[in-house]
């Protein structure tokens, strides 16, 4: 029996009339990658924003290892554990890679708020960020500005940041959406090799990665839950079938 | 020991990496000696103003530039800072470094309470609620009818033991120490984790969030500190002038701040006392040469002003020290901000 590192308890968020959660629980285990996977606004991202507490639900709880965390705002909800990379990319454009991770890592330290030496300069800073840009295989880019990168090269550098703070569950909205092929596969491998090593929440369109990659799968559509669990179930599912997969 | 060889160390570190401002600050310290000789006294008291309106825009520099909050009542600060002299003066203190403590401690916590307040709302939001915020102690200064209401108070200048402040030169040089003090704080500031922490979070503040800190905390410690230097600005500008009134903190003073610090070049430590140097060197010869030109029209100088200002902002990107940079090939001012070394 794995134990649940997130568990979601009757999730409810309403926009106006759009009901974009309804009645949502589900749990996501230590070490496995979990699919989330449903057609274009079945509220993948929207359940996304209240696990991460960007957005509070109407009604039910979100926990982290027993926790409740429903009323935590973002920033704690990161130390408590919980990672994230953003539909569209989300780092710091106006730096250089090096920087974006010489920043992660004074947070991870938890020493922001020191006021004497330049940060840029400090070689044990410097070391920890090439370590948190290895996992990535960014460090031969450290120097560029990240203005000026590719987007494939974004979403690594995002995913590297979002793994900086050492999570425990880490939630991936699209990580692949816009990437060329090459940079698709090069991001799948990396989700491999962190399988196993903490719990993973992956949004994705592209259904060859997912059923590569996923160990279960939750299929949501217009905010509801209609099947979870393995790739072969899922595939076999004749609810999927006819309510998204057949459909597409 | 090797502590004290470490920080001059950093000194010199920073002093090589931000050149532009220790010219300008270096030469505030010459700039006597050239006065004297070119016998124009009256230009002491312009470099002194500069400086003091120099510092000012350098402390707001810190949450505008760096922090990308548009505070639009920074002039409130500076009030706040002469006010500590006036009002201190009324009760019998007459000592500088007293008024200079007041100023430290009652800025720190004006800037706290507003800071807390504003903080919350962002964009136009920020800047009307700022704005409200200086208006409402500018409102309040007029109606304080024992400390000169709209009519302000005269004050002596400040008594700081052995430094006669009736001195010009003596003066002159108190106010460059706090000039070239700031200059250093702010060096290391902006250079520090800190400092690189706040800039993070003007560029995208939900990744500072995704990396489990909370941006609030950083812009309040921010915004206190530049209320601070706004408020030891305007504390020696009490004791410059001689004088205090609401005027001091009128919003125009504001905006005033903020065009120094667009026209010197945000972000960077040179901007905003270059900015002020160009500024009020502008301020003051424009009419002169307008006046020798066509004298009808000297009280228009505004109608050049406006419009040169609009020029320097639309093309020379990043202000002054964008254009030095440019210039010079170099990065200097702009050493601090992303980029390859
Ligand atoms: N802040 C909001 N206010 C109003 N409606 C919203 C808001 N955020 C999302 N919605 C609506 O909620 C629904 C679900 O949106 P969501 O972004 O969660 O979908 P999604 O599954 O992530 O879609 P996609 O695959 O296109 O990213 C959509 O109809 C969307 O328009
Ligand atoms: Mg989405």
Not at chain 1, 35 to 62: E, F, R, S
Not at chain 1, 101 to 114: D, K, T, V
Not at chain 2, 92 to 115: R, Y
């Amino acid at each position: 029996m794995s134990r649940a590192v997130l568990e979601l308890q009757g999730l409810n968020k309403s926009f106006g009339a759009l009901h974009a959660t309804r009645d949502l629980s589900f749990c996501v285990n230590a070490g496995e990658i979990h699919a989330l996977i449903g057609p274009n606004g079945a509220g993948k991202t929207t359940l996304i924003q209240q696990i991460y507490g960007a957005l509070k639900p109407d009604t039910g709880h979100v926990l982290l290892n027993g926790k409740d965390i429903t009323s935590l705002p973002v920033p704690g909800r990161v130390r408590a554990g919980i990672g994230r990379s953003f539909q569209i990319s989300n780092v710091l454009m106006d730096f250089t890679v090096l920087e974006n991770g010489i920043i992660a890592e004074q947070a991870r330290l938890g020493q922001s708020f020191r006021f004497l030496r330049p940060a840029f300069d400090d070689p044990d800073l410097i070391a920890g960020a090439r370590k948190i840009l290895a996992r990535v295989g960014l460090n031969d880019r450290a120097d560029q500005r990240v203005g000026d990168l590719a987007h494939g090269e974004r979403r690594m550098l995002e995913l590297a940041l979002a793994l900086a703070t050492a999570p425990q569950l880490l939630l991936l909205d699209e990580p692949m959406a816009g990437a060329g092929p090459e940079e698709s596969q090069r991001m799948s491998q990396i989700i491999e090799t962190l399988r196993g090593k903490l719990a993973i929440l992956l949004i994705e369109h592209d259904m060859d990665a997912v059923f590569r990659l996923a160990d279960r799968i939750t299929v949501l559509v217009e905010g509801a839950v209609i099947a979870s669990g393995t790739a072969d179930e899922i595939s076999n599912s004749a609810a999927v079938q006819t309510a998204y997969l057949g459909s597409e | 020991m090797s502590a004290i060889r470490d920080f001059i160390g950093l000194v010199g570190d920073g002093v090589k990496a931000n050149q532009t401002l220790w010219l300008l600050v270096f030469g505030f310290a010459l700039f006597p000696i050239f006065s004297y000789f070119a016998d124009l006294p009256f230009w002491n008291d312009v470099a002194m103003r500069i400086m003091l309106l120099g510092m000012a825009a350098m402390g707001l520099n810190l949450v505008l530039g760096y922090g990308g909050m548009v505070s639009f009542g920074h002039a409130a600060f500076i009030g706040i800072g002469a006010y500590c002299v006036g009002i201190s003066q009324f009760y019998g203190i007459s000592n500088g470094w007293a008024h200079l403590g007041f100023s430290i401690v009652t800025c720190g916590l004006a800037g706290l309470v507003i800071g807390y307040l504003a903080l919350r709302t962002s964009g136009i939001y920020f800047i009307m609620i700022t704005l409200a915020f200086a208006q409402m102690l500018f409102f309040l200064f007029v109606s304080l009818e024992a400390y000169g209401g709209d009519d302000g108070m005269s004050v002596d200048r400040g008594e700081f033991g052995f430094i006669d402040l009736y001195d010009p030169l003596r003066l002159y040089f108190l106010i460059w120490c706090a000039l070239a003090l700031v200059s250093l704080a702010l060096m290391f500031i902006v250079r520090s984790r800190f400092g690189v922490t706040l800039r993070a979070i003007k560029s995208n503040e939900s990744r500072i969030e995704a990396m489990g800190l909370s941006p609030l905390r950083f812009k309040m410690v921010g915004y206190v500190i530049s209320a601070v230097i706004c408020g030891i600005a305007g504390t020696l500008f009490a004791s410059w002038q001689e004088y205090v009134s609401p005027d001091i903190m009128h919003w125009t003073r504001s905006g005033e701040l903020m065009i120094i610090i667009i026209l010197g070049g945000l972000a960077t430590l040179a901007g905003p006392l270059l900015g002020a140097i160009v500024f009020l060197l502008l301020e003051e010869s424009l009419p002169m040469l307008l006046g020798a030109v066509a004298p009808a029209y000297a009280e228009n100088w505004m109608i050049i002003f406006g419009p040169l200002l609009i020029m320097v902002v639309l093309f020379g990107r990043g202000g002054l020290t964008g254009i030095i940079d440019r210039l010079s090939g170099t990065r200097g001012n702009a050493d601090h901000k992303a980029g390859p070394r």
